[in-house]
């Protein structure tokens, strides 16, 4: 089960210390221009070492497109891309062989398979994102040329939360500032906190919400596999996430109907919705209001202070990680958000097709 | 696309108004016992007419099984069953042929298929969530001889919220009440405000929560289809509901890791966590804790009030719904929950054995 | 695996002596007119008890359309539908329980499920198919809007075999008689001979050969899903079945390059070939030709003599089947064969729409 | 549609002329020891340059796993890996960018697609089949600690086929000649007769024939996803393949039922049937017995001589091929089939686990 979405698919193979990562992208539609250098830039945003706040490790994470793009137009034939593994200290590694972290993918692995890669995360590893992010990127090009729109940004880390409405937010800012927090302000704050708590060894959590406009109504089906359990699906399916909400979310729980439900006007010949409480879905099916969610990620369990933990064999140890870790997964949080999305979308527009003969 | 799951898969069909409503099982392990009046009892839970906080509608609900079970026996091939729709007022509906309700998906069904049965609600009705209740029923049954049980219950309803941790609670006592709260002092709080509601006309949210007990480490997928994933897939797909998160959930985003990370600890030969915030899944696959989650609910967009909304014309109109709808959809939805947490946990159960030769 | 298609989609349930056998389709396109008396009319065309030379059973094989269609169009959503089984002589099954007969799927299923439904072969009865002749029937009338049409016909009984290409042949002149076969003095050869074989109380194999013509170039997949792949696959799933070619098919083995290859002919704007050795499809994809294949069928196992077998205790017993059984499957094979036809042909057309955005 | 198999799971790329061909394996059981050398030397097997009769392109097919495998063992993550393209001449093919030549898949792929990678058949390139020899390789290696062996052989080249029956042959004798037949003198006739055809610049079509012995009874789906469809599907996704069929297959079509019948013995505890015109497959599912198959092809479209065709505007043009291509692409194409054999059987072997719970 490394294969998402139904007509645009990714298929995901990696381990964090194998030869490569890299996928398989089939369904992509054909004939439409691609930039490869826009894949990079997206690859750029979620790559560590980018800055103070997040690891250190140095990863190019150079995508190697392999097929189904020929003189700079997909082909309507699978994409196969691999990005390199070249930062190998698997000798680090070594001492992980035998540990469980807290938190950590490592004994679950070991149960289900009975065997584990157990340099860096191997599979579990947050490395393999990167194929989802090379899959995004694609689908957002492809996405653009129909004037939808994907954009992903940090609205909580730890207490420090973003109230805002995201209308109100300037969403351009989003890349000025390492936190990836639209809200200059906010982000001073959150990146102060993220520093305060990587100087204490330890690790914060914090939520992205993302915003996606230009979406025609029609999209998503209409029981199973409504437009937002595919996005819950989605966004779950990151490290690290641990809570997905759409429109009035976990708020609307509080509240009554009077206040809430979404009443139309019409704009001439368009139907719109005076509010937007539904965040652009009912019924499963998108209404052509913006679409408009939340992820919440917990703190990374590696912290950078000695741990106490047990061995597969059931003995003590203590367990002290070198460098290298992000305190808060947040601002690396958000190109995987938008790509996720963006796979989504161009797969409800292309499953959408089939709907009329 | 109304098929859900991968081994262990539903697919169902049917409006509300329509001859029936009903569904396939396919994947159904060979050779269990079924006790079909269990099934029933399921689908009793979730009729509505039951008590004085929801739907006065009469349906009877009663479910055929037409194949697949032998002599008390399932037979490893597909169970079809049907649930007849024998309430049938669909003149009540005919003002509802051109009229777009606020919050529901008239409107998008039929941007989406330029056509839509418009008597209830018609495929977008909760009524599809009986056959859903067929399928958990025979899922959970099936469970419980592997030592896996599933309890949900009523945690929240508008501001009335159960704070205590489930592990506090006597989730016996849920069916003890109509709004299906294990604590009685706040199912109490619940009814008294879910009968203020509606006698406004008005609807509330809420919230359910969900706990699995006795699920063996080593379900669920590493990457895509993470345990918590199909959880949040499954959740979203019931209607009205807003968000799910699972363990820390939420509320990790404003925690750091040292307070988090679940430590090992080695009871005799068995490998158990001290704490559980990772809620029973790390690395997408469980570790043989509880799994407990939590679904928003938004309140019901059917208000007994005068609504002003439009027609397919565009034209304002007047909408007064006549009675028989939910003010609070939480205390119907609990049995839909468990049916959809047994079936995800089930398909993992089926797709693990496939993990080995 | 009771599901057949990716957008168009068959979900079968049903033994053959349980309440009903049914299904639901999936995927089927909105807005579609249906006409129901067209889908009782294929139904009647594979029922039992049409002539002479197929089993006397009477099954009256009334469908019920439970959903997906709404004032004579389909709404988009599945349509469920069942035919209940009218025809129970259950007791004379009884001494089948323990029973396996020769070259049936009594002993896999056994062994494959612990457990089986022995009346009449349950699900392995080839009373399934009725269910496919349902949903064929539908997408039927959906190609016939788009100008395909699809035409099977028995082209050999035994050792008498119609020779003639099927551009000779007069294809509406297939239900003239109970053979389905289009050439006159070969269908009362054909007739013949199974009447012959019923009195000796053998049966007796043969072959069907089906015609679609109007499809357009394009439909179908480059490697896995191939067009005529899926035509293999489905023909492979009806009962009886033991072998698929198209075009040339294995006559092609001993041919040379030389004297198969397609020649192009430019008809004003329109490439044509000028032979179709290819049977309509090119590396996997239709090219707009005519597109025909055969499906060898084997001699139904049931004999009317004495035959010696064993129980599943493994002891000798003699096993003599009362009437109502088929001397030769391929008549009632030819609309089983249309309808599989109908539906590879009608999800290639929805797929296809997805190439491109 | 890329992606062959339902748990053991191939997802194939790759362009002939691109820079690399290569897949994902998913759903690859976990902890089983591999030998490389085997993957590489089945690959050998399919690779052109072998010898006088196939193509003297010079390919040197190594495979590079990149992921899945560690310290020589699975570890149930997906197998990634790639097959360089080494031997590029993509100057020979500028003449092909605008010409579609008879019986390929030019044409049809310009039409679905739009655009196309002219070069060397670009996606359509038997090459392709390299990706599913390396995971019929894996798949053969895992069946063979379960007793499940694959051979498939050269059965038919034009018209000296091989009438005997595959339990007199000696099939260790397959690897003996560069047809792949295990009978001498036929083998002696077939190269006999292909070096004929490719001193003519003509080719000639075959037969390929495959056996499965040790599969346990019980695998295959009972009625979509039967064994032998999948086998046939499989096998028509092969390219140039017209045929299949399997037991008796296509002369079971003049025979009578009283001949055919495959009755039971008991030997012990274990059943048998006397005869095997079943194949081995009763109801869809294996009954324990030698499954066997066969496969036709059609003659390779690519001669070398002077062909008039059109091209991408409708004008006609001459086309002469260079060298390098197979006069018959049977000897090569037994590999291919006993990869795709240990696909569907590793497949249904996975998916049959999930038949008890």
Redesign the interface.
């Known amino acids: 089960?490394?294969?998402?979405g139904?007509?645009y698919?990714l298929?995901?193979?990696?381990?964090s210390h194998?030869?490569?990562?890299?996928?398989?992208i089939?369904?992509v539609?054909?004939?439409?221009e691609i930039d490869l250098a826009e894949i990079q830039t997206e690859l750029d945003r979620r790559r560590p070492g980018q800055s103070a706040i997040v690891t250190g490790r140095r990863e190019s994470d150079r995508v190697?497109?392999?097929?189904?793009i020929?003189e700079g137009?997909?082909?309507?034939?699978?994409?196969?891309f691999?990005i390199e593994n070249a930062d190998h200290h698997s000798n680090d590694y070594e001492t992980m062989r035998h540990c469980?972290r807290?938190?950590?993918?490592d004994?679950?692995?070991q149960?289900?398979?009975?065997?584990?890669?157990h340099r860096g995360g191997?599979?579990?590893s947050a490395r393999?994102t990167a194929s989802r992010v090379v899959a995004g990127a694609i689908a957002k090009q492809?996405l653009k040329?129909?004037g939808i729109n994907i954009a992903a940004y940090t609205s909580?880390v730890?207490?420090v939360?973003l109230h805002a409405d995201y209308r109100s937010l300037d969403l351009t800012m989003t890349e000025t500032n390492p936190v990836r927090c639209p809200d200059e302000t906010a982000a001073d704050k959150m990146e102060a906190l993220i520093l305060e708590?990587k100087s204490q060894g330890?690790?914060?959590?914090?939520?992205v919400s993302c915003v996606v406009t230009g979406v025609p109504?029609?999209?998503?089906?209409?029981?199973?596999?409504?437009l937002?359990?595919?996005?819950?699906?989605?966004?779950?399916?990151i490290?690290a996430a641990?809570?997905?909400?759409?429109?009035?979310?976990?708020a609307?729980?509080?509240?009554?109907?009077?206040e809430?439900?979404?009443?139309?006007?019409?704009d001439g010949?368009k139907?719109h919705?005076e509010t937007n409480?539904?965040?652009g879905?009912?019924?499963?099916?998108?209404?052509?209001e913006d679409i408009y969610f939340r992820v919440?990620?917990?703190?990374?369990?590696?912290?950078l202070?000695e741990?106490?933990?047990?061995t597969d064999s059931?003995e003590r140890m203590t367990l002290k990680v070198k460098g290298r870790h992000d305190p808060c997964v947040v601002p690396r949080a958000v190109p995987v958000v938008e790509a996720m999305t963006a796979m989504v979308i161009l797969d409800a527009?292309?499953?959408?097709?089939?709907?009329?003969?």
Do not use: W
């Open positions: 089960m490394n294969t998402f139904h007509i698919r298929t995901s193979f990696g381990e194998g030869a490569a990562i890299g996928g398989v089939d369904g539609p054909a004939g439409i190697k497109i392999l097929s189904g020929f137009r997909t082909l309507g034939t699978p994409i196969g691999i469980y807290p938190s950590h993918a004994y679950t692995y149960v289900k398979y009975g065997i584990r890669d191997g599979r579990s393999e492809i040329r129909k909580q730890g207490d939360a708590v330890d690790t914060v959590g914090g939520i109504a029609g999209l998503g089906e209409p029981v199973f596999g409504k937002h359990a595919r996005l819950a699906d989605a966004m779950l399916s490290n641990k809570g997905f909400d759409y429109g009035m979310g976990f609307g729980a509080s509240m009554r109907g009077s809430t439900i979404d009443r139309f006007i019409c010949d139907i919705t409480n539904s965040g879905i009912q019924g499963g099916i998108s209404n052509g919440a990620f917990k703190p990374v369990a590696t912290l202070q741990v106490t933990t047990i059931g527009v292309l499953l959408d097709k089939t709907t009329h003969i």
